[in-house]
C-alpha cells in the first residue's frame, strides 16, 4: 500500500489500518468526553460498506465490569457506548448510549 492510497480502499492492509484509524478517533472523543477509556472495553468494531464508501464504522465499548462479571455468558444490556466514524473524514458521525 503506498501512501498516497486511500485509507479503507479495499485491501487487508487499508483496512486494518482503517480500523486502527476508526478506534483512535473514539477514543479520542471519549476522553474529551471525559469518559475514562479504562473503564470500558471494545467489544466490537465494524465496517459499515455501504456508507461513506466503506470508510464508516460503528464501534460498541462496554462497562469492563459487566464484562468481567459475565465472561462466559451474555452481557446484561446497558451500559453500552455506541460510536459511529467516518476515517475519511477523520470525524465522529453519531454517539448514543445504550440503556
Same mark, same amino acid.
Given at each position: 500500500m503506498s501512501d498516497s492510497e486511500p485509507v479503507g480502499a479495499g485491501s487487508p492492509a487499508s483496512?486494518?489500518?482503517?480500523?486502527a484509524a476508526a478506534l483512535a478517533l473514539a477514543? !479520542? %472523543? %471519549?476522553?474529551t468526553a471525559s469518559v475514562d477509556v479504562s473503564d470500558h472495553r471494545l467489544t466490537s468494531i465494524e465496517n459499515l460498506?455501504?456508507?461513506a464508501g466503506g470508510d464508516a464504522w460503528r464501534l460498541t465499548f462496554r462497562l469492563l !465490569?459487566?464484562?468481567l462479571a459475565a465472561p462466559d455468558s451474555m452481557i446484561t444490556a446497558g451500559g453500552e457506548i455506541f460510536v459511529?466514524?467516518?476515517v475519511r473524514l477523520g470525524r465522529i458521525v453519531s454517539v448514543?448510549?445504550?440503556?
Amino acid at each position: 500500500m503506498s501512501d498516497s492510497e486511500p485509507v479503507g480502499a479495499g485491501s487487508p492492509a487499508s483496512s486494518t489500518t482503517a480500523c486502527a484509524a476508526a478506534l483512535a478517533l473514539a477514543v !479520542r %472523543l %471519549l476522553e474529551t468526553a471525559s469518559v475514562d477509556v479504562s473503564d470500558h472495553r471494545l467489544t466490537s468494531i465494524e465496517n459499515l460498506i455501504g456508507h461513506a464508501g466503506g470508510d464508516a464504522w460503528r464501534l460498541t465499548f462496554r462497562l469492563l !465490569r459487566q464484562v468481567l462479571a459475565a465472561p462466559d455468558s451474555m452481557i446484561t444490556a446497558g451500559g453500552e457506548i455506541f460510536v459511529q466514524v467516518d476515517v475519511r473524514l477523520g470525524r465522529i458521525v453519531s454517539v448514543t448510549y445504550g440503556e
